[in-house]
Nanobody, 122 residues
C-alpha cells in the first residue's frame, strides 16, 4: 500500500530552521518526482517545491526561493525539505505528494501524506 508520512514539523522562532521529511513506502520512489505543498488556515493549498526522481531537477515557489532546499535519498526512500530563515507567513500544514507521471515534476500529484504542522512564531 502506497504511503507517505511527513515528519519534522514544529514550533520555531522567526529566522529559525526546520527540516521536514517525507518517508515513502509501498512503491518505488526512484521512479517518481515528489512535491511539497502547504496550506495555511483559510488559504488555498500552494505548491512549495518539487524534485525530479533523480534529484537532478528542482523547482521552488518564489516565496521560498533562497530559503528552502528540497533533496531526496532514494536509497532510504525519503524526501526532505530544509527550511531556513523561516517567517511567520511560512506557518502552515506541509504535505508531500507523489507526481504520478514518471520521473519529472509535471503537476500531476496523485497521492498525499497526512501533513505536518509548521508554526513560526515568537
Amino acid at each position: 500500500q502506497l504511503q507517505l508520512v511527513e515528519s519534522g514539523g514544529g514550533l520555531v522562532q522567526p529566522g529559525g530552521s526546520l527540516r521536514l521529511s517525507c518517508a515513502a513506502s509501498g512503491f518505488t520512489l526512484d521512479y517518481y518526482a515528489i512535491g511539497w505543498f502547504r496550506q495555511a488556515p483559510g488559504k488555498e493549498r500552494e505548491g512549495v517545491s518539487c524534485i525530479s526522481s533523480s534529484g537532478g531537477s528542482t523547482n521552488y515557489a518564489d516565496s521560498v526561493k533562497g530559503r528552502f532546499t528540497i533533496s531526496r535519498d532514494n536509497a532510504n526512500k525519503t524526501v526532505y525539505l530544509q527550511m531556513n530563515s523561516l517567517k511567520p507567513e511560512d506557518t502552515a500544514v506541509y504535505f508531500c505528494a507523489v507526481d504520478v507521471t514518471y520521473y519529472y515534476c509535471s503537476g500531476s500529484f496523485g497521492y498525499w501524506g497526512q501533513g505536518t504542522q509548521v508554526t513560526v512564531s515568537s
